[in-house]
């Protein structure tokens, strides 16, 4: 499989009241012109609002291909969040990579900065609440939309255009593709959930999904996350 290195738009957001409860989020990003630094845990000038389930060395920088946006409007229709990147929260926005492509520990270099892919996106209720669709955090889902992060292995600054540009792989076959689907579509397949508790470059909590599921033979409840006030 082939990644092709590709430009990016780049994006950031401050503080905002979201949803009907007005709780303070950083999902509405907005592109930057300029260059902004990279550090282990974002993007300076980016905020979180919920900082022990957003953001953080293991999620530090979302990723959200425009490619999903057609498919989007195709969906839930034409409306205006979908006219331009950041509908999702992404920080970095591309065209020509997607979860079928892209895979753990996948090392880029971006900019003056080099990150690793550390797991796809876990939707939420805020999703829902960007958006006013019922079910919007469910959608993403379902069909496997979700975008991934990256964890910063080197600090630097990136702007946008910048190229992102594929320099390692360390697990090609663990796609965010099937880590979405281990997760959320054959979710009691001891086989995949063993080697996903095996993947060392896989978050503590991501392995744990997949622990729990071989001792309980159980799968957890999403239900808080995708409609509740917690963040995925």
């Given at each position: 499989?082939?990644?092709?290195?590709?430009?990016?738009?780049?994006?950031?957001?401050?503080?905002?009241?979201?949803?009907?409860?007005?709780?303070p989020?950083g999902?509405?990003?907005?592109?930057?012109?300029?260059?902004?630094?990279?550090?282990?845990?974002?993007?300076?000038?980016?905020?979180?609002?919920?900082?022990?389930?957003?953001?953080?060395?293991?999620?530090?920088?979302?990723?959200?291909?425009?490619?999903?946006?057609?498919?989007?409007?195709?969906?839930?229709?034409?409306?205006?969040?979908?006219?331009?990147?950041?509908?999702?929260?992404?920080?970095?926005?591309?065209?020509?990579?997607?979860?079928?492509?892209?895979?753990l520990?996948?090392?880029?270099?971006?900019?003056g900065?080099?990150?690793e892919?550390?797991?796809?996106?876990?939707?939420?209720?805020?999703?829902?609440a960007?958006?006013?669709?019922a079910?919007?955090?469910?959608?993403?889902?379902?069909?496997?939309?979700?975008?991934?992060?990256?964890?910063?292995?080197?600090?630097?600054?990136?702007?946008?255009?910048?190229?992102?540009?594929?320099?390692?792989r360390?697990?090609?076959?663990?796609?965010?593709?099937?880590?979405?689907?281990?997760?959320?579509?054959?979710?009691?397949?001891?086989?995949?959930?063993?080697?996903?508790?095996?993947?060392?470059?896989?978050?503590?909590?991501?392995?744990?999904?997949?622990?729990r599921?071989?001792?309980t033979?159980?799968?957890?409840?999403?239900?808080?996350?995708?409609?509740?006030?917690?963040?995925?």
């Amino acid at each position: 499989m082939t990644i092709k290195d590709c430009t990016i738009a780049l994006l950031t957001g401050a503080l905002a009241p979201l949803g009907d409860k007005k709780i303070p989020s950083g999902i509405v990003k907005k592109p930057v012109n300029g260059r902004l630094w990279l550090g282990e845990t974002g993007f300076e000038g980016d905020a979180q609002g919920d900082p022990v389930r957003h953001g953080g060395i293991e999620k530090a920088v979302h990723h959200y291909p425009y490619d999903h946006y057609d498919k989007w409007v195709a969906d839930i229709g034409a409306i205006p969040l979908l006219e331009q990147a950041g509908a999702f929260g992404e920080n970095i926005s591309t065209t020509g990579l997607d979860e079928t492509t892209v895979a753990l520990g996948d090392v880029f270099q971006l900019g003056g900065a080099r990150v690793e892919v550390s797991q796809g996106r876990q939707p939420c209720w805020k999703l829902t609440a960007r958006f006013g669709v019922a079910d919007m955090s469910m959608r993403v889902q379902k069909t496997g939309r979700t975008g991934w992060y990256y964890r910063v292995l080197q600090s630097g600054y990136v702007a946008p255009g910048d190229t992102l540009a594929l320099i390692d792989r360390t697990s090609p076959e663990w796609t965010i593709h099937r880590l979405w689907r281990t997760l959320y579509v054959d979710t009691m397949n001891l086989d995949e959930l063993a080697q996903m508790a095996a993947l060392e470059r896989l978050p503590d909590g991501w392995r744990r999904y997949a622990e729990r599921r071989l001792v309980t033979g159980k799968v957890e409840d999403w239900s808080s996350r995708l409609k509740g006030e917690q963040a995925g």
